[in-house]
């Protein structure tokens, strides 16, 4: 019997999942679970669902696309498994700078939210106020990713993440605000202010679909692809971690409290 969040609540023992993998879209999810040996017997939704990935007790979430439904489940994760469960977002981007390639996996060094604009009190463009300009990733978990053994490229990257899908006009001004910008979603810089505010390991593994083409349609033909590249990083990202059991974070991990 697979176990669901009623069965994991407020669990830090050894019930808890070793990592929190998220996944914004069901093909997204769908291909991670894949790799499980056993899957879930519907498709995963809202609440996390345990899965075992080459030994490692996995909880996965299919959150919905956006910044909100991004931090729900973030919340949901923190508040049943506490901080030192990893959290990794995995999926599809598009490629926005020029060194990257359509089928390229780009894990996420920092993060930056390009909806933000308080410019005019001071902050850096894509600075959220009381925040850091950039949210930075776990470095053990970027580390591992990058060491995945897979037949395409795995490159290191900043994502910056937006509610407005990006085509080739609004990728046209966002290469001149954001220049070191590899690669855009909706979903990995909400996650990472939430894991930076609540001291939570993390990482988003990104497949690239699209190279914010005019239309949709390079985004829905590549989107299988993208999320099955992402998927396979984050297999050996999870399957490294196996052996380590051990985070960069020295205190010991107790559930979130009230949300």
Do not use: K
């Given at each position: ?65 956006g910044f909100t439904n991004a931090t ?9 498994f506490g901080s030192t469960v990893p ?5 599809s981007a598009g490629g926005l700078a ?162």
């Open positions: 019997m697979h176990t669901t969040e009623n069965d994991a609540a407020g669990s830090s023992g050894p019930g808890a999942p070793s990592v929190v993998v998220i996944a914004a879209m069901a093909e997204e999810a769908a291909a991670f679970a894949a790799f499980a040996t056993d899957p879930p017997a519907e498709p995963v939704s809202g609440a996390p669902w345990f899965v075992t990935v080459n030994g490692a007790h996995v909880a996965l979430v299919r959150s919905g696309i729900i489940a973030a919340a949901r994760c923190f508040h049943l959290m990794i977002s995995i999926g020029a060194d990257v390639e359509l089928g390229d996996v780009v894990v996420g060094r920092d993060y930056v939210n390009l909806n933000a604009d308080a410019t005019v009190f001071g902050y850096r463009i894509g600075q959220v106020p009381g925040m850091p300009e950039r949210y930075a990733a776990d470095t053990r978990l970027v580390d591992q990713a990058l060491q995945a053994v897979v037949p395409f490229r795995v490159r290191p990257h900043v994502i910056g993440s937006s509610e407005v899908f990006v085509a080739d006009e609004r990728a046209r001004a966002l290469r001149e605000v954001f220049p070191d910008v590899g690669a855009v979603d909706m979903e990995s810089a909400a996650i990472a202010q939430f894991a930076h505010v609540h001291d939570v390991p993390f990482v988003s593994v990104r497949g690239i679909s699209d190279l914010c083409a005019p239309t949709g349609e390079q985004f829905r033909t590549h989107l299988d692809d993208a999320a099955d590249r992402a998927a396979r990083v984050a297999v050996d990202l999870v399957t490294a971690r196996q052996g380590t059991l051990t985070t960069t974070h020295d205190h010991v991990g107790t559930p979130g409290g009230p949300l």
